[in-house]
């Protein structure tokens, strides 16, 4: 599909400080103006008052926007783009504390307060739900640029596949993109699953300390969603892939004002130069006469050549800390957001011809070359040269002719067509290598037998020994027993043989005084937990006769999609032989159908209803799936919270505390009641909003997997 060119959009964000400028920065009613004014500085002691004024003109100025109005006003239109096959980049730029990585990611505690990403992530997989018509595949990939040096965030996380070890290099796709080799790429098939991969990538990152943030990020972050889509109903349809590339870059520092030291000043200088080499890079993009754009510069501009006037929509967000002190800076900012709204794009959908369906094409036209081919040929009054593949009957007679030949009874094989020259190299062939082979057995046998009359009495030796038959009884290996191995101890047996006594050991609980949790918990099961235990054993009963109902209905679903696709070919047969033999048409001149076109005509038809009346059946079993593998996850953490408690007061308490806490006893295990507990959580997430159950559970099954791993 042809480019358009776009502009790259371009917004601005204030970050919120008590000391706002107002008498330098102003914000004119159009929500698309900003004017700044800045007292010019004094040189050579000369005093200098005369104020100077700038005003830049942008796509939208956001100043004390929520994160959802920030969202709908930049990504929103990018994201629903990118599903339908363009390629998509946000970016924030600006300097260090103005709150770009906010903009992006947001407060990853705080479900309101979640930036432009984790909302990305919600609307793609809201779309996937919404859009059945069209299968998704999502992969994730997470890209940290430190010091020049390219940084997998999402390495450590394995998702059936090995990690990929060696340095990662940026390489050149054939259509004019760019691409990071040994990048991971990790399928998810849910916003919870997005989430835990965000979380993790995010606890890798390095952040840094200064005068003007305290967790100032120290490289530039590039978190990419990777989408194919595929049509259910047009199995012949082409498929579309886009990328979404969500940037976070570093801020911009001056030394004097951060007064980074270290490590941390080793950091900035290689920040504020990636940074300056990005606005060259800007200034070439802007340029019509620069014919070359220095994209290899750094690692960032090279990562981000597509982003920047290829094949992408492009918005940039300009992150700037509206205080006087900072004045420089949002100049500086500025600037080079005006600069990039002058750069265009070239967005297209990515299209792409399934190799399956372009092998069905090809075989449709060789069909009609051969029919064109035969026709020719009895045109011009000559036989019919057979163009098919070769019957067994007819490869057994070529054989029976090579062979022929090879013996001297023929003298010549008559050449009729190619097919039939193939099959003779394939045939002389065989012989030669069944001659070969006869050689090497031949000379393997003769040499064999020279060995064995020199070696006679090994060779008799070796028959009666392990390598050939069984070996004598005396000549069998023993084990012999342990001295140290107890008599009075059993081995435990199983499907593959005995166990060792350490395995053994390792195998059965110790059940000493206090009782194992092993036999305890069975206890707790028949007893205190008796009732929990049933409604969980109900609960996954039900389950798995849902994903029966579900297993049954994918069947019936690619079973009706294959009778689809066949009845589509054959139809299409029909339409090709009926446009060959001529148009049918009736008594008043319209066109009539045949009645074998015409009951393939309806039956795709009532193929395509059933399928999408299964389809939605479909969606509602994989709801009741997941509501039921919610309860049994439920039932399973209620069970063993119970169970804690009980054995805790039960057995690891002082004698007099255990009677408080028996059952008998005034006070009951636990002060809250989980179920209670459970719901309450429950509510309190919901009220945020649907998806705020998954947020909070990917943050909170991150955060304890890096506790754990300190």
Avoid at 422 to 438: D, G, H, I
Avoid at 469 to 480: D, E, I, M
Wanted: neutral net charge; charged residues 25%.
């Amino acid at each position: 599909m042809s480019a358009h060119s776009s502009e790259v959009k371009v917004f601005v964000r204030t970050r919120p400080t008590a000391c706002f400028a107002q008498d330098l920065i102003e914000y004119l009613p159009d929500k698309q103006t900003v004017n700044v004014r800045h007292r010019r500085e004094s040189r050579k002691g000369v005093v200098n008052n005369q104020m100077s004024s700038w005003s830049f003109k942008l796509d939208g100025v956001m100043h004390n926007m929520s994160q959802e109005e920030v969202y709908q006003s930049v990504a929103h239109s990018v994201v629903l783009r990118a599903l339908e096959g363009y390629n998509g980049t946000i970016m924030c730029f600006g300097q260090t504390g103005a709150g770009k990585t906010y903009t992006m990611t947001g407060a990853t505690e705080s479900y309101q307060q979640r930036g432009i990403i984790p909302r990305a992530l919600q609307e793609v997989f809201y779309e996937v739900e919404q859009r059945v018509d069209h299968t998704f595949s999502v992969f994730l990939s997470f890209l940290e640029i430190y010091n020049e040096t390219l940084v997998d965030l999402l390495a450590s996380i394995k998702r059936g596949r090995a990690v990929q070890g060696g340095a990662l290099t940026i390489v050149e796709d054939p259509g004019g993109g760019v691409s990071v080799k040994g990048l991971t790429l990790h399928p998810v098939h849910n916003e919870e699953e997005a989430f835990n991969l965000l979380f993790e990538g995010e606890m890798n990152r390095i952040i840094g300390e200064h005068a003007l943030n305290k967790n100032s990020s120290r490289s530039h972050c590039i978190f990419t969603i990777h989408i194919e889509s595929r049509s259910r109903t047009l199995s012949d349809a082409p498929y579309v892939t886009s990328k979404l590339n969500l940037v976070d870059l570093a801020g911009s520092e001056r030394l004097s004002k951060t007064g980074s030291e270290g490590q941390v000043q080793r950091e900035a200088l290689y920040i504020n130069r990636s940074l300056s080499f990005l606005e060259q890079a800007i200034i070439a993009l802007t340029d019509r006469r620069r014919e070359h754009v220095p994209f290899r510069q750094s690692k960032l501009t090279h990562s981000l050549k597509d982003s920047l006037g290829g094949n992408c929509n492009t918005v940039l967000v300009a992150n700037i800390y509206g205080e006087a002190a900072q004045i420089e800076e949002t100049l500086s900012t500025l600037r080079f957001a005006t600069r990039m709204k002058c750069v265009r794009t070239q967005p297209s959908i990515n299209e792409h011809i399934d190799p399956a369906l372009q092998v069905r094409r090809l075989q449709k036209e060789i069909q009609l070359l051969k029919q064109e081919l035969s026709l020719h040929d009895t045109l011009a009054n000559r036989a019919v040269v057979p163009n098919e593949s070769l019957s067994d009957r007819q490869v057994d007679e070529i054989k029976s002719q090579v062979q022929r030949y090879l013996a001297g009874t023929l003298d010549e094989i008559t050449i009729v067509s190619i097919r039939q020259i193939q099959e003779m190299f394939t045939q002389f062939k065989k012989a030669v290598e069944q001659e070969q082979k006869v050689k090497e057995q031949l000379s393997q046998k003769y040499s064999l037998v020279e060995k064995s009359e020199n070696t006679v009495g090994s060779v008799g030796e070796v028959e009666s020994g392990f390598g050939l038959g069984l070996a004598a009884p005396s000549q069998k290996h023993t084990q012999a027993s342990s001295p140290n191995k107890s008599k009075g101890k059993k081995i435990k047996e199983n499907k593959g043989g005995t166990v060792n006594q350490s395995e053994t050991d390792a195998l059965t609980p110790n059940c000493d005084s206090p009782p194992c949790k092993f036999e305890a918990f069975e206890d707790f099961k028949l007893g205190r937990g008796s009732e929990i235990n049933r409604i969980l054993k109900e609960n996954k009963g039900v389950l798995l006769e849902r994903m029966d109902q579900l297993h049954k209905l994918t069947q019936a679903i690619n079973s009706c999609k294959r009778d689809i696709d066949h009845m589509s070919s054959e139809l299409q047969l029909c339409r090709e032989q009926r446009q060959s033999q001529g148009q049918f048409v009736g008594e008043k001149g319209e066109p009539v159908l045949e009645e074998a076109e015409l009951i393939l005509l309806v039956g795709l038809r009532e193929k395509k209803d059933q399928y999408r009346q299964s389809y939605e059946e479909l969606l509602s079993t994989k709801a009741e799936v997941r509501y039921c593998q919610h309860l049994v996850d439920q039932c399973r953490i209620r069970l063993l919270t119970e169970f804690e408690s009980w054995y805790n007061e039960s057995f690891l308490l002082p004698e007099e505390v255990q009677t408080i806490f028996s059952e008998g006893g005034p006070i009951r295990p636990g002060l809250i009641p989980v179920d209670k507990a459970l719901n309450l959580v429950s509510q309190t997430l919901l009220a945020e909003g649907p998806s705020a159950v998954s947020f909070y559970n990917a943050h909170n099954r991150t955060v304890q997997r890096v506790r754990n791993t300190q």
